[in-house]
């Protein structure tokens, strides 16, 4: 059987759910606002420093290195942990993972966890995983939390409820928070309603879950940033503490992490370091959790690391600072692409984590996302880890075209066109027959097509034909 190794999946292709986000304004107004001020803040953060490109060399390098060497850093990090007290558990998939963790989360007797945002808990679907066996996750950081609340999907990497409101966050609070009925919407009150609900969580909580930023191969220490300090309650109180940790999240030594602890928040969160670091290594007596487990996710990490083009995804270090900049995101949002990762790295991520699936929708799915993109290649400009994000994407968008069947509808049309524009004769001729569709068009668009051309016009408008094409004006005016 093919893997499903990405389980956050199967909404419709992207072209037809970007459309419905399109037309919705308030989605496109908050996103527009939300983007717009943190490419400000970025920027100014950036120019501060004179050696960011440096910075940026050095992240590319120290990465591409451990991709290089994973086996011996990995290796390396699993000892460093078993000799200070932790345990260490290898996932192959999303399956094993929630194994894994249901397990632990048993063996502790919670019924209750309290989590730290983490990507790879989304990506192989924890939350879901632990309700089927009877265990309730809270998500502790604000936007998860709001994301939750409101039976929602997230829509950002850093910010997973960028696509809301103040108004909308308020009606969130009073429908779900008793002890909110009233709340208004400003930030302090909001923050306020959602420290009172999380404060009894924190206090008794026997198992927490977080995920990683990076880990430390020399010494086995793990590391959180964040901004809100939720995350640290999480890491602390707790008698057990569970780490889900993609493979690639490791890093040689503390100088190494070092270039991270630079790049990571101006790129982020516009700061110049984050407002929590946290930073623990296996187990101290009398001081944080008396049980510490880090479970090691593949999940078609190991199997993206053998295609020499697209490996480069797993350098990201999860900044989000390419859907900040990416002007597709701008204007449709994260859901719209119907995966954990969206924007310009889901693009390329997904794809590549998925590949293999024996799941149709989500095939199809994983096929489409390449195409998410303008190519406009702001989002190299911006990644403090220089991955080429249109590289890999016209690189993923091959492997696609290639895969597909000779007589591939697709295929069969873009083939027709060729044999058309091949020749002046012909292409003039299919000009005039295409004249008619003029009367199919509303403020120069034509919006629905016949079958088979439906299959365009379901998520995409087609522009008019023009009354005289160009070529017969040249003709008339310079003939």
């Known amino acids: ?76 990090l699993e000892s460093q942990v078993r000799a200070r007290g932790g345990v260490v558990h290898w996932a192959r998939d999303a399956a094993e993972a929630n194994a894994i963790v249901l397990r632990l989360v048993r063996e502790a007797q919670a019924s209750e966890v309290v989590k730290v945002k983490s ?29 939750q609340l409101g039976d929602d999907r997230p829509s950002h990497i850093l910010v997973p409820a960028i696509h809301r409101n103040r108004a909308e966050i308020r009606d969130i609070f009073r429908a779900t928070m008793p002890h909110a009925a009233q709340v208004s919407d400003r930030p302090a009150d909001l923050a306020e309603a959602a420290r009172a609900h999380l404060r009894s969580k924190f206090l008794t909580a026997k198992v927490a879950i977080s995920g990683a930023n990076f880990a430390v191969a020399d010494t086995g220490s793990v590391v959180v940033v964040e901004s809100e300090g939720n995350g640290r309650m999480c890491l602390t109180l707790p008698d057990t503490l569970i780490t889900v940790m993609g493979l690639e999240k490791v890093v040689p030594t503390w100088r190494d992490l070092e270039v991270f602890l630079q790049l990571l928040p101006r790129s982020s969160t516009a700061e110049r370091m984050n407002p929590y670091t946290s930073v623990w290594t296996g187990v101290t007596p009398g001081d944080g959790p008396r049980a510490f487990h880090l479970v090691l996710l593949d999940n078609g990490r190991t199997a993206t690391l053998a295609d020499r083009v697209g490996r480069q995804a797993l350098r990201c270090i999860r900044c989000s600072a390419c859907l900040n900049v990416c002007p ?55 990644c403090p880890v220089r991955i080429d994000i249109p590289e890999v994407l016209v690189h993923l968008r091959n492997r696609t075209v290639q895969e597909k069947p000779a007589y591939d509808p697709e295929a069969v049309a873009m083939a027709a066109a060729s044999w058309v524009m091949a020749s002046p004769r012909r292409f003039r001729l299919a000009q005039r ?13 034509i919006r629905r097509l016949p079958w088979p051309a439906s299959r365009w016009t379901d998520s995409r408008d087609v522009p008019a034909p023009p009354k005289e094409t160009f070529s017969a004006w040249w003709r008339r005016t310079r003939g």
């Open 328 to 382: 597709v995101y701008e204007r449709t949002g994260g859901q719209a692409y119907g995966s954990v990762y969206p924007g310009p790295i889901g693009a390329i991520l997904t794809p590549q984590l998925g590949a293999g699936t024996d799941d149709g929708p989500t095939g199809k799915l994983l096929r489409s996302l390449p195409y998410a993109s303008s190519l406009c290649g702001a989002c190299f400009e911006v």
């Open 1 to 76: 059987m093919g893997r499903n190794p990405v389980t956050w999946l199967g909404s419709p292709a992207f072209p037809s759910a970007a459309r419905t986000a399109l037309a919705d304004v308030q989605l496109r107004g908050n996103l527009a606002h939300a983007t717009g001020t943190i490419r400000g803040k970025r920027a100014a953060a950036v120019a501060e420093l004179p050696d960011w490109e440096r910075l940026r060399l050095a992240g590319e390098a120290i990465k591409d290195d451990v991709l290089a060497n994973l086996d011996t850093y990995l290796t390396r």
């Open 119 to 147: 990507m790879a808990t989304a990506e192989i679907g924890l939350n879901e995983a632990l309700a089927e066996g009877g265990v309730s996750a809270i998500e502790t950081d604000l936007a998860e939390l709001i994301v």
């Open 433 to 445: 027959l295409l004249g008619p569709l003029r009367l199919l068009a509303r403020g120069g668009r």
